[in-house]
């Protein structure tokens, strides 16, 4: 992975169910809203490079929830709407203004939770979301995790490692077991905001039927593809850069 620490600066934030760090790059502009990005399954440092992308043209934040990557630990284990309620109570703490908030991978449904009805959401992205009613079931998620693996790029499953030993199998189990037992689509009928819907063409583990039904759910709904797998920010960092911004630009 690129290095992309320069101008980066990290804070953390004690919040209602853990200490969550942030990590921040660019500057806030009067014209387009600040980006939010929550994480994925456990991981973050992947994202950084995406980051950074948005970075270029606003101030970007992404978030690391309790207990993995860089924050602290939560008082127990946290269900996919308890990471939502994390996220948005760093969003009140913070004077950012309206944001977008995006999420990537399983941080799609920690974004829709948090969003919900959130008054500091001006709109909401979601990258690959999870878990597509195709992939409901752990041994149906593996198998096409495996299968979408084939098709990422050298070296991403190697930047995993540290922050999976971080998070332990135990909390790994539990993590996913949380996000096959959520559905995001009755939190994202409660969406008031536009919504843009990012899937990588060669996803495995969601299907394009998948993207286009989440987009379908609320009046403004858009959906796009652009190349790559699952983790298509990794391949081409700029590749989410255009479409955010567009979708920045036209709802602030």
């Not at 908030?101 to 979601?126: C, F, I, N, R």
């Not at 079931?137 to 084939?150: I, K, N, P, S, Y």
């Not at 796009?224 to 602030?252: K, N």
């Amino acid at each position: 992975m690129p290095d992309v620490s320069l101008g980066v600066t990290a804070s953390f934030h004690d919040g209602v169910l853990g200490r969550i760090r942030s990590r921040s790059i660019g500057v806030p502009r009067t014209d387009v809203p600040e980006v939010v990005l929550v994480q994925g399954m456990a991981v973050a440092n992947y994202l950084l490079p995406g980051l950074a992308a948005f970075g270029q043209w606003t101030r970007a934040h992404l978030l690391e929830l309790p207990g993995f990557a860089g924050s602290g630990d939560p008082p127990h284990e946290l269900s996919v709407q308890e990471f939502g309620r994390a996220v948005a109570d760093w969003l009140a703490a913070r004077t950012l203004g309206r944001v977008i908030l995006a999420g990537h991978s399983s941080g799609t449904q920690v974004a829709v939770e948090a969003a919900a009805d959130h008054p500091a959401v001006a709109g909401l992205v979601l990258a690959s979301p999870t878990v597509d009613p195709a992939a409901r079931g752990l041994l149906r998620l593996l198998v096409r995790w495996q299968l979408d693996g084939r098709r990422e790029p050298p070296g991403l499953t190697r930047s995993h490692w540290p922050e999976w030993k971080r998070a332990g199998p135990r909390r790994l189990v539990h993590l996913v077991r949380a996000h096959l037992r959520h559905g995001m689509e009755d939190s994202l009928a409660r969406l008031t905001v536009p919504l843009l819907i990012l899937r990588g063409e060669q996803d495995r583990l969601s299907t394009p039927a998948w993207g286009r039904r989440l987009a379908l759910i609320v009046p403004d709904g858009r959906y796009a593809e652009l190349p790559g797998a699952h983790t298509f920010p990794w391949l081409d960092p700029q590749a989410w850069s255009e479409p955010v911004r567009e979708f920045a630009e036209a709802v602030r």
